[in-house]
């Protein structure tokens, strides 16, 4: 099984964080593949949280690392789905506040055609 699952829909990369604990174990190989997605020109990343239960500081860091560069080349990367324990500690450490967070990929699509922030935890 892959850790990490990746597609594109509307010119939007979806990745899938396909764990149930997303560790210091995988944020490494995580922020690399992120990278090159935004290296290859895909600057407009979805990251699926719906199979996590847990996610610690270090994968966090991998996300606010690969944010930063998105947005210096004009992108932007957002959250979806996280579930009870990883919206927790999203909003105990202020990321509710750094990150988009959105409930479908319905409702977050578009999201990337507009300068309109939203939060829609849920």
């Keep these: 099984m892959e ?3 990746s597609r594109n829909e ?3 990369v979806i990745e899938t964080v396909n ?8 944020a490494e190989e995580f922020k690399i593949i992120l990278l090159k997605q935004i290296r ?4 407009n990343l979805l990251i699926d949280l719906q199979r996590c239960i847990f996610i610690d ?3 966090l860091s991998a996300l606010i690392v690969a944010q930063k560069v998105a947005m210096e080349d004009g992108g932007k990367l957002k959250l ?3 579930k009870n324990e990883v919206a927790e500690v999203l909003e105990a450490t202020g990321m509710t506040k ?4 959105y409930s479908s990929v319905e409702e977050a699509l578009p999201s ?6 939203k939060s829609a935890v849920g």
């Design 98 to 101: 750094i990150f988009e967070i």
């Design 10 to 12: 509307n010119g939007v």
């Design 80 to 82: 979806l789905s996280p």
């Design 57 to 59: 500081s270090t994968f």
């Design 19 to 26: 764990l149930i604990k997303a560790t210091s174990e995988e």
């Design 3 to 5: 850790n990490f699952l």
């Design 40 to 43: 290859d020109g895909n600057i």
């Design 112 to 117: 990337f055609n507009s300068d309109e922030p």
